[in-house]
């Protein structure tokens, strides 16, 4: 059974950085695609960045290009997404999602993955 555990989490004020992580467990091939997603209180979940297939590619929402990095370690199993220059709108439960069968290109939605973490929250004040 896939898991995802998300940390990093924390507050920070608006110019910081943080690192969130995601390992998975219960699956040890590498998968199609996974992202971050985050949601703010009375808002939808959106999608943050995604990364395919061990990094042959990113995608990344408008709002965080070029303050946001998604990585992954394929050795730890690790999903990762370094967050600098940290703005108050940043302000969010940050989940963890993964897919191993089909992912499509482009902006992925939360119906197209199956597993999700628990999430993180991150604070950023101003």
């Known amino acids: 059974q896939v898991q995802l555990v998300e940390s990093g989490g924390g507050s920070v004020q608006a110019g910081g950085s943080l690192r969130l992580s995601c390992v998975v467990y219960?699956?040890?091939?590498?998968?199609?695609?996974m992202a971050w997603f985050r949601q703010a209180p009375g808002k939808e979940r959106e999608g943050v960045a995604t990364i395919y297939y061990g990094g042959t590619s990113t995608y990344y929402a408008d709002s965080v290009k070029g303050r946001f990095t998604i990585f992954q370690d394929n050795a730890k199993n690790t999903l990762y997404l370094q967050m600098n220059s940290l703005k108050p709108e940043d302000t969010a439960m940050y989940y963890c999602?993964?897919?191993?069968?089909?992912?499509?290109?482009?902006?992925?939605?939360?119906?197209?993955?199956?597993?999700w973490g628990r999430g993180t929250q991150v604070t950023v004040s101003s």
């Open positions: 999602a993964a897919e191993y069968r089909y992912c499509r290109g482009g902006s992925l939605t939360t119906d197209d993955f199956r597993f």
């Open positions: 219960g699956y040890t091939s590498m998968m199609q695609c």
